[in-house]
T-cell receptor, first 114, second 117 residues
Framework: LAKTTQPISMDSYEGQEVNITCSHNNIATNDYITWYQQFPSQGPRFIIQGYKTKVTNEVASLFIPADRKSSTLSLPRVSLSDTAVYYCLVGSPYSGAGSYQLTFGKGTKLSVIP | GAGVSQTPSNKVTEKGKYVELRCDPISGHTALYWYRQSLGQGPEFLIYFQGTGAADDSGLPNDRFFAVRPEGSVSTLKIQRTERGDSAVYLC???????????????FGQGTRLTVV
């Protein structure tokens, strides 16, 4: 399973765009890149997933360069409610025997300041 | 139900006791996962079920931990002879089993906070 590296913490003011970059130098050909968000006392929540180039949904955008060795989660105009831990995961939805093991690192703790 | 339900939400037990943690996945989700999360850490994979069978139990730390899903829906995580180091939040997630190449979004419950005293 590919290992990921992301900043431990980030601070941002309300209304700003936040970009969180994740490094995954040994990503495999079949691996997808997935980001989850976790609030205190709650389970992680899926934000976005991509394989290459750019993916956008109603919550965020995910930018993946051609070499796929890194990815950037972009949150537009953050609010106080975006304060959470953000996890970058790399893995294959289908791996050999059919297992799909999500491997979480320590994540990035985003603090949004008024 | 609308989401993944885990019971109890909190469990305090004495060292050496046996505990069972229950997970009700989203209806129709054939894949079910158990994770453990310690304070300040990301969730740690324990076991994955596809239907009734454990397709991957490589994350179970030792033979005190066991999980079942007898009818392919509700799952129970069982911990024998609990130790203080077992204290953590135990998370359950479910997803639609997707064939190769398809995205699979996992939906997590709110977890069971286990405290071993």
């Amino acid at each position: 399973l590919a290992k990921t590296t992301q900043p431990i913490s980030m601070d941002s003011y309300e209304g700003q765009e936040v970009n969180i970059t994740c490094s995954h130098n040994n990503i495999a050909t079949n691996d997808y890149i997935t980001w989850y968000q976790q609030f205190p006392s709650q389970g992680p929540r899926f934000i976005i997933q991509g394989y290459k180039t750019k993916v956008t949904n109603e919550v965020a955008s995910l930018f993946i360069p051609a070499d796929r060795k890194s990815s950037t989660l972009s949150l537009p105009r953050v609010s106080l409610s975006d304060t959470a831990v953000y996890y970058c995961l790399v893995g294959s939805p289908y791996s050999g025997a059919g297992s799909y093991q999500l491997t979480f690192g320590k994540g990035t703790k985003l603090s949004v300041i008024p | 139900g609308a989401g993944v339900s885990q019971t109890p939400s909190n469990k305090v037990t004495e060292k050496g006791k046996y505990v069972e943690l229950r997970c009700d996945p989203i209806s129709g989700h054939t894949a079910l996962y158990w994770y453990r999360q310690s304070l300040g850490q990301g969730p740690e994979f324990l076991i994955y079920f596809q239907g009734t069978g454990a397709a991957d139990d490589s994350g179970l730390p030792n033979d005190r931990f066991f999980a079942v899903r007898p009818e392919g829906s509700v799952s129970t995580l069982k911990i024998q002879r609990t130790e203080r180091g077992d204290s953590a939040v135990y998370l359950c997630a479910s997803s639609i089993y997707a064939p190769r190449g398809k995205n699979t979004e996992a939906f997590f419950g709110q977890g069971t906070r286990l405290t071993v005293v």
